[in-house]
C-alpha cells in the first residue's frame, strides 16, 4: 500500500505522457508520430556523433604549420630533431607535458600522435610481461577492470580486446561511484585497474571531485593495480574559469601509490585530430620502465611534430590562449545544446542531461528502454548518433537509457536542426513507453 507521500512523489516522477489519460495519450502519439513522418520526408543528413572539432576550428592550429620550412634551426637545446635520438622526448616538448600532467619533465615520455596508442602499448606490456615483480595478467586465471559509465567506448575497447573483463561503475556528479570502486577493489585482487577521465569526462563533462581523486590514489587495491588517468580534455574549458582537478599524483606519491597512476593526453583536440603530440606521465620508475619497452619498437617519434608544437605552445599560458580560440567555436554549440533540449524536454520529466563546463560531450538519458529506440527514430530521421549503448562495456547499457550527444562538428544550425529530432524522437518514445506499460 502506497502512503499518501509515496503517491504524491511516484506523479512527481511520472512523465508528461504517464500522467495522460488514455485518450490524450493516444492524441498525441498519433501527432508526434505524423510530425516524424513529416521529418522523414525532408531526407535530412545530420551527424551528432562525431566527438571532433569542425573544419574552421581546425583551422585556427594552421600558424602552427608555418613555423617550420627548409631553413629553420631544427634544434631544440641542442637536441638535433632531424635526425634519431632522444626517444624520451625533446626537451621543450617534456617541458610541456610536464605543465599538462603535473609531473616533473624528467618524469614524461612525448611519442607518437596518440594518446589511445599510448594506453594501448602499456596495457600490452602489461597483460604480457606484468607489472614489475608481479604475474603478467595474462597469466592470471581471470583480470578485471573497472569502467565509469557512462564512458568512453574505446577505451572499453582495448581491455575487451585483451580479453580482461570490463566491469561497468555509475558515475555520479563528482566521477565514478567511490563506495563501489573501494569496495570492489579491497575485495578482489583479480581487479587490476580501471580507466579515469577526471576533466570533462567523455561524454558526462563532468570533473571529478577532490575528494574522488583523493579517494582514487589512497584506496586499497591489488598492488599491481594501475588507473589510466586519461587526461584528455585537461585544457579544454568552455569558460575562462575552467573546472579544476586535483593533481593526483602527489596524493598517490604521499602515500606511496605513486606507481598506480598512468597518466596520458595529447594536443589531438588542441592542435591537429591525429597529427598531434601524445604524452605520457607517471613515476619515475614506470616511466623508466614504460621507455625501456616502447624503445623495443621505436628508435625515436616524430621529433619535428614535437618541435612544432613546443614552439606553437611554448607554456601553458599559450596552451590557455590557444583554447580560449577554440572556445568560441564550441561554446554557441554547447549553448545550443542546452537551449534547444530546455526548450523541447525541460519540465516534461522525459529526459536529462548534462551541463558540462567544458570537454566534447554532453550525456543524455531519457527514460528506462528509450535509448535504442530513441537513436533508431533518429536515424529514420536523418539524424546520426552514437549507438545508443556504446557509452557502456560491451555496448550494454543496463536501463537502456544513454545517448552520447557530440555537438562540435556540425555547424550550429544543423545542430539545432539535428536536436529538435532528438526533442521529437524522446517524446514520441517516452509516449509510447507510457502506453505500452498501460496495456501490459
Ligand atoms: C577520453 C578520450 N581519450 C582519448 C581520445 C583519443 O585521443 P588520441 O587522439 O590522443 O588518441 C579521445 C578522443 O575522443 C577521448 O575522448
Known sequence: MQTSYEKAEAELTRNVYERMDD????????????????????????????????????????????????????????????????????????????????????????????????????????????????????????????????????????????????????????????????????????????????KYSNPTGITYSDETVRRLAVMKAAPDFRIVWDNAYAVHDLFDEGDQLLNIHDVAREVGNEDRILEVASTSKITFPGAGIAFFGSSPANVDEVARTLQVGLISANKLNQLMHARFLPDMAAVKAHMAKHAEFLRPRFEAVERKLTEGLGGLGCARWTHPRGGYFVSFDGPKGSAKRIWQLCSDMGVTLTPAGATWPGGNDPDDTNLRIAPTYPTVDELEQALDILVLATKLTSAELAQGERAA
Open 23 to 198: 485518450a490524450e495519450l493516444a492524441q498525441s502519439i498519433e501527432a508526434l508520430r505524423a510530425e516524424v513522418e513529416e521529418v522523414k520526408s525532408l531526407g535530412l543528413k545530420l551527424d551528432m556523433a562525431r566527438g571532433k572539432p569542425s573544419p574552421a576550428q581546425v583551422n585556427i592550429s594552421r600558424p602552427m604549420l608555418d613555423i617550420l620550412t627548409h631553413d629553420s634551426d631544427l634544434t631544440d637545446e641542442g637536441i638535433d630533431c632531424s635526425n634519431y635520438g632522444c626517444f624520451d622526448g625533446i626537451p621543450s616538448a617534456r617541458r610541456l607535458a610536464g605543465a599538462f600532467l603535473g609531473v616533473p619533465a624528467e618524469q614524461t615520455i612525448v611519442l607518437g600522435s596518440s594518446s589511445l596508442n599510448i594506453m594501448q602499448s602499456v596495457l600490452i606490456h602489461y597483460w604480457e610481461k606484468g607489472v614489475p615483480g608481479y604475474t603478467p595478467w595474462c597469466k592470471l586465471p581471470r583480470v578485471k577492470w573497472l569502467c565509469p559509465s557512462p564512458g568512453y567506448d574505446r577505451h572499453f575497447g582495448l581491455t575487451q580486446d585483451l580479453g580482461i573483463e570490463n566491469i561497468p561503475v555509475r558515475m555520479t556528479d563528482e566521477g565514478p561511484d567511490m563506495d563501489q570502486v573501494e569496495y570492489l577493489c579491497a575485495s578482489d585482487d583479480s581487479i587490476k585497474g580501471m580507466f579515469c577521465v577526471p
